[in-house]
Structure formats: C-alpha cells, structure tokens
C-alpha cells in the first residue's frame, strides 16, 4: 500500500478507536502514525490499542509509527468546599500551601516550585485561561492575585504560568513508569509535554536512548527562549497549539507555528502540526470550512505531518476525520502552488558532506526526472536529510531495521521498506531498483537516484549518491522479502 501524497497523518487512539476493525479502518483512511495519550486510559488500554496496530502492520506489510505521548508535569489547583466557587472582577483570591478545602477567597496550590518562580506582574490562567488571576504578591507559602475576569474555579482545574519558567523535572513519578511501559510496548516515538529547555530532553535521552525517537511538545512560551537548542536535541517536533494558545495570546500562535515550522526545515527535524484541526468532527460527519483552511495552510507550509486528537480518540466519526484530512492534504499537494511554496521555503543546505549529497540529489532528481528517490539507511539520517531537501520525486527509504522503517512514518514523503543488510554497492543498487519497482514508485526503464553511506550499516555516513535504471529481475522474491522481515 502506498499514499499517494507526502505529508503524513497522525491520528490518536481512545475510547471511540479501540477495536482492531476501527484501527484497520484509519489505517485504509490514511493515518501513518497512531497516538497513544498518556494522559487518559490504563496501561493495559493502551497495551491494547498498540498490539492491534502491530496486527495492522502484519496484515498490510507496511511499517506503522506508535507515538508514546507522555502526559507531563500538568499543575493544577486543589478542591473546593462547595466543588466550585465564582470569582469576579477585582477580586482577590489567595493560592497557599494549606492543604484545606478551598471558598471564595483562596484554594491550595500543590505545587511548592510554583512559590519559588512566582513574582508580582506575572499571570496565572486556570482551566485553560477561563480565568485570569494577576499576581500582587508572593510570601513564602502563598501568592495573592487579583482576578482579571468573572468566571468559576473548581477542584483540580490546571494552572498555566506563561511568564516563567517553572523549575520542575520535564519526566514527572507518572511520565518515568509511562515511559518504562511504553518502550516495553516497543514505541517508536516518544511525545514530550511541556518542554521548556534542552536539559528536558537530555533527561529523557538519558532513559530512551536509542530506542525510540524523541518527540518534543512545544506548548509553553518558556521554551521559544532556546527553540533552536531544543530542536537540535530533539528527533521530532510538535507544535501543541492547545497549551500554547492558551499561554499565547491567539494572535501570537499562527506566527509562532511558522517560526517553529522553519528552524525545524533549517535543522531536519520533522515537525507534526497539532491540537483542533479538525475539532467539530467530534460530534459533525464534516469539518468547517475554516478548519479544512487550516489543515491545508500547515501542509502549504510544509509541516511533515498534522495529527488529529479527539477526532480520532472518542468522536464520534473518528474514520472520517481520518479521511477528510487524508483528501484536504492530497489537494493541497495537486496545487501548482504547492511545490513552488516549498521551492521557495528551500533552506540552504547545512556545511556537512551528508547534507551536501542529499542536496545534490535533489538537484539531480529534478533534472533527470526521476521517477523516485531512493535512500539506504541503517540509523534513518539519509531519509531524514532527502526528506528536508523535500524533493519532486518520492522517497522510498530502505532499511535493514524495522524500528528506523516505523519511525520514519512520521516524515514527509517518506514511503519506508525492510530489505536484508547489503555488502556491497551493486548488491544496494539492485535493492534500490527492485524496492522501487515493487512498491509501484518505478516501472522498468526508469530512472531512479539513490543515496546511501559507507561502509553500509553504519549510521551517519551519507557519502554516496548514484543514478541508476529499473529493471524487472526479481520482483516476487523483493516481495516476499518485504513480508518476512515484517512478520
């Protein structure tokens, strides 16, 4: 099975996607990537939701991502006496360390951290920026504020500090156990929440390592003060436009996507676009227009993929979420306008001899009209590096190992296969040939361009670029080569 566009789908799996049928039904409708949300379910949920998707990927033979999206360190306010209390205007309203139900005037905060990095200026927004309390002063133990709009607190809503950075482990007591069971699942990408410097993922390399991709969630404005530090760390990149907007002033958000969007083309990391793309599916068989506008302007700006929530998750039509955004991204690919957006979008290759090759191959792909783009890879880095040159030519990315064929669902244009390891570069150009044939990129008598590095199996070395001519020579045994290594 291939697709027939280059930006991918990340869809998330809950209560209304649990069954195998349903995740064979978003798979068909286009998801490449599904999303674990650690933030909801049990592990045996999620448990679950993965072994099916791994049943999906035996019966259709293409590598599928499973992204491990940690819930994070959330903050959030304690209980009420009544449940709930109604604050106006002007008010003052205290936030202490006094574990006793909250009234009208103040309410606990289990969040010592807070105390410390809390000053006078700054906001503190509750459940979601519904209310807005400005802070007038912090003692040890307790922060007054005055209430900046009416509104309703009740127990355990979250609290969002857009003005500091808040001196808390990036990987919670909750986030380390997730993180234990999911790369005992067998993730390939692991979601980040709530990043606000390097040293967040550099905490959770040291547990990952090389077993899984790292995902980074920009969704705090903390960590726009060193977006580029954090992307050279990370493997991956989403733009959380949820938290982010709620810190954010909304005007600010649709700026700051494109600004994350670019460091991350300048840097190859790919980058998912996320958070209410498609949000009225959740209870409508059709998205508004100004939705299916959004969806397509985070492809026309060359986002490697965009991801679904609760459309997938428990809407109530999770399949045609799926399939409306698979058919808005496919138009916007046919658009002329398209390819000459992300011509013009073209970063100037890194000084490295790998970027310098894959640059190359692009130039070379367009000249000579290739029918494909072909990258033999062992770590992913060649595919990654061909995907930022984002050329006209599809990628078909050859891999001995099937944990680098998942992740690289994730990226754009990619189109990942498992081939047994190659020893030499006769033995890589035939593997290049045959893969292009069979998986219906190529027909004989085209010409495809291939990247690789030497010596084979060793990561990093991207030093090779060849041009070569599809022939016909042993398309059942590729196939059945392809199935085995999946099985």
């Not at 309410?107 to 951290?113: A, G, Q």
């Not at 969630?217 to 050279?232: D, F, G, M, T, Y």
């Not at 670029?465 to 196939?479: I, K, M, Q, Y």
Request: hydrophobic share 45%.
């Amino acid at each position: 099975m291939r697709r027939q566009r280059k930006a991918k789908i990340v869809a998330t799996l809950g209560p209304a996607s649990t069954d195998i049928a349903l995740i064979r039904a978003l798979f068909e409708a286009g998801a490449d990537v599904f999303r674990l949300n650690f933030s909801h379910g049990t592990h045996d949920d999620h448990r679950a939701r993965y072994d099916a998707v791994r049943q999906v990927e035996a019966e259709t033979g293409r590598p599928i991502a499973v992204l491990a999206d940690l819930q994070g360190p959330k903050l959030r306010i304690g209980t009420f006496a009544a449940g709930k209390v109604a604050v106006r205007t002007g008010d003052v309203f205290v936030l202490d360390s006094d574990p006793t139900p909250g009234d009208g005037t103040r309410v606990h905060l289990p969040h010592p951290e807070l105390f410390e990095a809390a000053q006078p200026g700054q906001s503190l927004l509750i459940d979601d920026g519904k209310v807005r309390l400005a802070i007038e002063s912090v003692t040890t133990g307790t922060i007054t504020t005055r209430v900046a709009n009416n509104g309703t607190l009740s127990d355990r809503k979250g609290v969002n500090v857009p003005d500091a950075v808040i001196p808390i482990p990036a990987l919670t007591a909750k986030d380390r156990k997730d993180l234990d069971f999911a790369l005992s699942l067998g993730a390939d990408w692991i979601g980040l929440s709530f990043v606000q410097r390097p040293s967040d993922i550099v905490e959770a390399r040291e547990i990952v390592g090389t077993r899984a991709g790292i995902l980074s969630k920009i969704e705090k404005p903390a960590a726009l003060q060193q977006l580029e530090e954090i992307v050279r760390v990370s493997d991956s990149v989403m733009v959380a436009r949820g938290d982010l907007g709620v810190e954010l002033p909304p005007e600010r958000v649709p700026g700051v996507q494109k600004r994350i969007l670019r460091v991350c083309r300048q840097l190859g990391k790919p980058v998912v676009i996320a958070t209410q793309m498609l949000e009225s599916m959740i209870d409508s068989p059709v998205p508004t227009r100004a939705e299916a506008s959004d969806v397509a302007s985070a492809i026309y700006e060359g986002a490697d993929a965009v991801m679904l929530s609760a459309e997938s998750a428990n809407g109530r039509y999770p399949v045609q979420a799926v399939s409306m955004m698979n058919r808005i991204v496919t138009e916007v690919e046919r658009d002329p306008l398209y390819r000459n957006l992300l011509d013009a979008q073209h970063e100037i290759p890194l000084n490295t001899r790998q970027d310098a090759i894959c640059a190359a191959l692009r130039e070379v792909t367009q000249i000579i009209g290739a029918a494909a783009t072909v990258t033999y890879t062992s770590s992913g880095a060649t595919a990654l590096r061909a995907a930022r040159e984002r050329p006209c030519a599809p990628i078909v990315s050859i891999t001995p190992n099937l944990d680098i064929a998942r992740r690289l669902a994730i990226a754009w244009g990619i189109h990942s296969t498992v081939s047994p390891d190659v020893q030499s570069v006769d033995e890589m150009v035939e593997a290049a040939t045959r893969a292009a044939l069979v998986e219906g990129y190529a027909a004989p008598g085209d010409q495809i361009t291939i990247a690789a590095g030497m010596p084979f199996g060793q990561g990093g070395t991207t030093n090779l670029l060849r041009v070569a001519e599809v022939g016909t020579s042993a398309v059942a045994t590729a196939s059945s080569t392809r199935e085995a290594a999946l099985a």
